[in-house]
Each structure stands twice: as structure tokens, then as C-alpha cells.
């Protein structure tokens, strides 16, 4: 089957670091998303790893292993509004449907 | 340049009415995508249409349909309507099927 594992939720301090992983089962990989979606908003992208690395954006920096079939978001810096929902999404090949993990609550503490 | 515009924003019926769901995407963007979204399920996708052919579907039994119009606007429309399909239904507009997608605000679906 096809699944992606996140946590449900992580705290940590503002102006700490945290890591939010996302492992995954799949028979094909084109690329790893992350979203963020604060409460009562619209989701949003904050960046996608299509090869194994680190793509770095600002606070944000997203890892790949595909040896591993895992990835994490880093958040650097936090402030209080980083506060969200993070998703990590999958798609299998470029023709197919993307596929969104449960989503990890983060909850930062002052 | 306008964001994805999904209308109405909140949507009340009734068990076994139907509804329909408005998506406008970006301007030049010709993929949309549709989700349900409930507590402690994420995102669970539902279509998605590119130059008005549907190219995915989700597992979602056949009361969900959907369409996309030659000026990309896409509408989703659930008949039959039952409790559990009170949700918050996203769409997503993207340039092209593996590009980043853009999410609406949402249509807040109650079925009572």
C-alpha cells in the first residue's frame, strides 16, 4: 500500500529548532512535498525535494532520503507564528494524484 | 494576480440533498484538484482535472463528481448528501500537474 507517517504533533520552544519527519511506503517516488495550514486557513507550500538533500528556504529547510523513503522539515528560528499544521505529500509519478500524510500539529511554547 | 477563489465559504444542508462547490483557479493555471478535509484525516484527495479531463479520482464512492470548464473553473457536486460528508472541501489550482499547488480558502460543508 501507499501511506505516509507523520507525527501528530510536536511542541517546542520559540526560538528553538524542531524537525518534523515524515517516513513513507511506496512502490514509485517523484518528489516529497511540505505544506503548512494555519487554523481556519488555507494550506500552503513551503518547499518540495525531489532528489535526496537538504533544499534550504530562509527558517525552513526540507531533507530528502529516498535509500530511507524519508524526510524531514527543519524550522529554524521559531517564532509563535509558526504555530500550524505541517504536511508532507508524495506523489508516485508525475501523471498521478498527490497524496497528503495526516499532518503534524506544532505547537511552539513562549 | 487573484489567488484560488472557492465559493460559497460556508454551505448548510440537509441528509440527502445534494450541493455543488465553485473553484476558480489562478489565472493560467489549468490543473485543479479537490480535497476533504476532517479532523484527524488530513488531506484525502478527490479529483483532479487537467484542461478539462479528469485525470485522477480518489476513493470516494460515486455520489462525488466533478467537472472542469474550458476557462479552467471547476465545480465539485455531491448528491445524496450524508452526516459524515460534513467537511471542509479545499481545491488547488497548479500551473501544471507536478507543480507546487495553491489551496482556496475552502467551502465549510455542515450536513445536518
Known amino acids: 500500500g501507499q501511506s505516509l507517517e507523520q507525527p501528530s504533533e510536536v511542541t517546542a520552544v520559540e526560538g528553538a529548532i524542531v524537525q518534523i519527519n515524515c517516513t513513507y511506503q511506496?512502490?514509485?517516488?517523484?518528489?516529497l512535498s511540505w505544506y503548512q495550514q494555519h487554523d481556519g486557513g488555507a494550506p500552503t507550500f513551503l518547499s518540495y525535494?525531489?532528489?535526496?538533500g537538504l533544499e534550504e528556504t530562509g527558517r525552513f529547510s526540507s531533507f530528502l532520503s529516498r535509500s530511507d523513503s524519508y524526510g524531514y522539515l527543519l524550522l529554524q528560528e521559531l517564532q509563535m507564528k509558526d504555530s500550524a499544521s505541517y504536511f508532507c505529500?508524495?506523489?508516485?509519478?508525475?501523471?498521478?494524484?498527490?497524496?497528503f500524510g495526516k499532518g503534524t500539529r506544532l505547537h511552539i511554547l513562549p | 494576480k487573484a489567488g484560488v477563489t472557492q465559493t460559497p465559504r460556508y454551505l448548510i444542508k440537509t441528509r440527502g440533498q445534494q450541493v455543488t462547490l465553485s473553484c476558480s483557479p489562478i489565472s493560467g493555471h489549468r490543473s485543479v484538484s479537490w480535497y476533504q478535509q476532517t479532523p484527524g484525516q488530513g488531506l484525502q484527495f478527490l479529483f483532479e482535472?487537467?484542461?478539462?479531463?479528469?485525470?485522477n479520482k480518489g476513493n470516494f464512492p460515486g455520489r462525488f463528481s466533478g467537472r472542469q470548464f474550458s476557462n479552467s473553473r471547476s465545480e465539485m457536486n455531491v448528491s445524496t448528501l450524508e452526516l459524515g460528508d460534513s467537511a471542509l472541501y479545499l481545491c488547488a489550482s497548479s500551473l501544471r500537474l507536478d507543480s507546487p499547488l495553491h489551496f482556496g480558502n475552502g467551502t465549510r460543508l455542515t450536513v445536518t
Open positions: 482535472y487537467f484542461s478539462e479531463t479528469q485525470r
Open positions: 525535494n525531489a532528489l535526496d
Open positions: 505529500a508524495w506523489r508516485e509519478n508525475r501523471d498521478d494524484k498527490i497524496i
Open positions: 511506496t512502490s514509485g517516488f517523484y518528489g
